[in-house]
């Protein structure tokens, strides 16, 4: 039978984008088509390879081949992606700046910024982390390389950090640098210095997404942070009692001042509740029910998902491999969802910007 690319887009241009509201030829997202006799192939380029909807929108294009055209077509599509980011400057090859942030210390944020960056990495992603939580920095356990220090090179007369790399994760940590036994005082100048370093001074190459822990509260770091690179969104991790989310709010408050103003990607509880192996099938909501749900709404921001209290979530921590790593752990398979959802959301927040983020 014969058909032509025109068809082809025609018939295609009947599928949205789920998020972003418009069809998949307007939105540039079929490539590579080629037609052979009763043969079709072609790609859909998505925004980000830990699209949740990867499934939905390699069927909706079968379909409407099918339906627009014929049934009897051989269809190949090749789902494949290129990140979105916002071209403002920032730094170099670095598509998209992502905070992990949290109100008050003790709620888990290092623990979901090291798996959310993993886990975006294993979508197919090419990702970094910065561990700017100068106070504690807990990246060099979380990967398993305590003791490690950073090579430096000279390019063009200036010193280049390369970035440590486990797992396929490029990470920085302020860890690297200081003796994990002695205390580092650190005042308002020297805090802001260090944290630009890990930006600035570092051979990032080119990344998706680079992951930034930011420490606790709405200090020194928060503000070097968010007025000196331009971030793509932030995810707030809490848990559900009351103390947590009362802090949880005032570091939204910051990020959402107009001096500021950086997206909410959504809102992250973890303990969330507590299962005994014992009794796999029982929950013991031990700090109270619903609190990041409550505070995703009240902010008008997404809820990216509970974790539960467990104890393979710490003592993979504690044991230099995060448990996203894990194939066929519950958590891996609830810090990928979560991940998926965070690049759902970043691919919105590009879509919307006025400035024209693109592909």
């Known amino acids: 039978m014969n058909f032509t690319r025109e068809q082809v887009l025609q018939a295609l241009g009947n599928v949205e984008e789920p998020d972003l509201k418009k069809d998949l030829v307007t939105l540039n997202m079929i490539q590579d088509i080629h037609i052979e006799g009763n043969k079709l192939s072609f790609s859909v380029i998505l925004t980000t390879p830990a699209c949740p909807l ?9 379909n409407a081949i099918s339906h627009f055209i014929s049934p009897e077509i051989e269809v190949s599509v090749n789902m494949t992606s290129r990140v979105t ?13 992502i905070a992990v942030a949290s109100g008050k210390g003790g709620v888990g944020k290092s623990t979901v910024a090291a798996n959310l960056a993993l886990a975006l990495q294993l979508s197919g992603a090419k990702v970094g982390l910065i561990d ?8 060099p356990i979380m990967f398993n390389l305590e003791g490690q220090r950073p090579k430096a090179s000279q390019v063009n007369g200036k010193t280049r950090i390369e970035p440590m790399e486990q797992y396929g ?3 920085l940590s302020i860890g690297f640098f200081t003796d994990p036994n002695q205390p580092v005082p650190w005042r308002g100048p020297m805090v802001s210095t260090a944290v630009k370093q890990l930006f600035n001074d570092a051979d990032w ?11 606790p509260g709405t200090g020194d770091i928060h503000i070097t942070v968010t007025q000196n690179f331009p971030i793509a969104g932030a995810v707030i991790v809490t848990t559900p009692q009351n103390v947590a989310l009362a802090d ?6 910051m990020l959402m001042m107009e001096s500021i103003n950086v997206p909410i990607l959504g809102v992250v509880e973890n303990m969330s509740y507590f299962t005994p192996a014992e009794l796999p099938d029982n929950k013991y909501y031990i700090f109270g029910q619903g609190g990041g749900q409550k505070l995703a709404r009240m902010i008008g921001a997404p809820f990216l998902g509970e974790l539960p209290l467990v104890q393979s979530i710490s003592q993979s921590g504690d044991a230099g491999r995060p448990v996203v790593l894990e194939e066929g752990n519950p958590m891996a398979k609830a810090f990928m969802h979560i991940a998926e959802r ?17 592909l």
Do not use: M
């Open 248 to 253: 949880a709010k005032k570091g939204i408050g």
């Open 54 to 62: 990867k499934g939905l929108i390699e069927n909706a294009c079968r």
């Open 342 to 358: 965070v690049a759902q959301e970043i691919s919105i927040v590009n879509a919307k910007a006025p400035d024209g983020r693109s």
């Open 132 to 139: 700017a939580d100068i106070y504690g920095p807990s990246v």
């Open 85 to 97: 980011t916002q071209r403002n400057g920032g730094l170099p090859g670095v598509k998209n700046i």
């Open 169 to 171: 994760l490029k990470l």
């Open 205 to 215: 190459g080119e990344l998706d997404y680079l992951v930034v822990d930011l420490p």
